[in-house]
């Protein structure tokens, strides 16, 4: 019998993280939440460090990539 992570884990939609740029597979459950968009919680966490310090067109393009990677284009 498979365990909850090993279900969640089961749609193998191989993702990039946004911080650090490694492939890996996020869980079905975040992504229905929109999250799964990076690796790990450390680097969410950085990224979202690396968003609040960004100034001008670079937060522009930042948060507009943002936005489409939770669409999932």
Known sequence: ??????????KK??????YC???FIPDKRNLKRGWGL????SCAASYKT?????KGVEK???TRDYKLN???I
């Open 38 to 41: 990076c690796c790990s919680k």
């Open 70 to 72: 939770q669409l999932r």
């Open 13 to 18: 939609e191989e993702s990039f993280c946004l």
């Open 60 to 62: 522009i393009r930042e």
């Open 1 to 10: 019998m498979k365990n909850l992570f090993d279900k969640a884990k089961s």
């Open 50 to 54: 690396k968003l609040k310090h960004l």
């Open 21 to 23: 740029k490694s492939s």
